[in-house]
């Protein structure tokens, strides 16, 4: 069965950059992806998300910091993450949706990501101080 599948993990020092990557497999198609992490002992957390039309949201916490991005032709979606803090460190994954992908609906389902029916298997990210 197809999955969508992250790379790009690892340790990183606090104020240090990191690219996460989600590959899609060919026989998968999304009107929009979105990040998402979970910290131990915290909830999942939605950090970004887009739609096909390049619409992009953050959450409050990575807003300026991080930034997503889509390949359509190379069918690979993209987490940049700048000065990343130790509050960062957590198991991230990509996500995809096939509705509610709108810009109306794009900020209020990183919060509750129920249209998000397919996941990855996640990359874990530690930020060191």
């Known amino acids: 069965q197809a999955q969508l599948m992250e790379s790009g993990g690892g340790s990183v020092e606090s104020g240090g950059s990191r690219t996460l990557s989600c590959n899609i497999p060919?026989?998968?198609?999304?009107?929009?992806m979105g990040w998402f992490r979970q910290a131990p002992g915290r909830e999942r957390e939605g950090v970004a998300a887009i739609n096909i039309y390049g619409i992009d949201v953050y959450g409050d916490s990575v807003r300026g910091r991080f930034t997503i991005s889509l390949d359509k032709r190379k069918k690979t979606l993209s987490l940049l993450m700048n000065r990343l803090r130790p509050e960062d460190t957590a198991v991230y994954y990509c996500?995809?949706?096939?509705?509610?992908?709108?810009?109306?609906?794009?900020?209020?389902?990183?919060?509750?990501?129920?249209?998000?029916?397919?996941w990855g298997r996640g990359t874990q990210v530690t930020v060191t101080a």
């Open positions: 996500a995809g949706a096939n509705s509610e992908c709108a810009q109306a609906y794009l900020y209020d389902r990183l919060k509750d990501p129920t249209n998000y029916l397919d």
């Open positions: 060919e026989q998968l198609s999304f009107y929009c």
